[in-house]
């Protein structure tokens, strides 16, 4: 069984940082792609930024130049490095796994197979 747990989370004010982990375990496969999303109050769960195991990456516009994404194979881990942090980008963050991606690492919810329970991040102005 794929399980995902992220870490990381907390409360920052407007302008600082955080970083994100993610841990992946159950699964060998040698290609594949994580990505983070996060789902504020009332709103639509939304793809943040993606990575494969060949280091492709994708961002959404609203987070380019802010946001970091990388991926360790050897630790099977997905990090997010976050700063510039902005009071919309206060929100519950998820990462989670495409298994049969091909391509492009995705920022579509549907393609996603596996979730974290979340992490909760929370930016102050």
């Known amino acids: 069984q794929v399980q995902l747990v992220e870490s990381g989370g907390g409360s920052v004010q407007h302008g600082g940082s955080l970083r994100l982990a993610c841990r992946a375990s159950?699964?060998?496969?040698?290609?594949?792609?994580m990505g983070w999303f996060r789902q504020a109050p009332g709103k639509e769960r939304e793809g943040v930024a993606a990575a494969d195991s060949d280091g492709s990456t994708n961002y959404a516009d609203s987070v380019k130049g802010r946001f970091t994404i990388s991926l360790n194979n050897a630790k099977y881990t997905l990090y997010l490095e976050m700063s510039s942090l902005k009071p919309e980008d206060t929100a519950m963050y998820y990462c989670?796994?495409?298994?049969?991606?091909?391509?492009?690492?995705?920022?579509?919810?549907?393609?996603?197979?596996?979730w974290g329970q979340g992490t909760q991040v929370t930016v102050s102005s």
């Open positions: 159950g699964y060998t496969y040698s290609a594949y792609c």
């Open positions: 989670a796994i495409d298994l049969g991606c091909r391509g492009s690492p995705s920022l579509i919810r549907t393609e996603y197979d596996y």
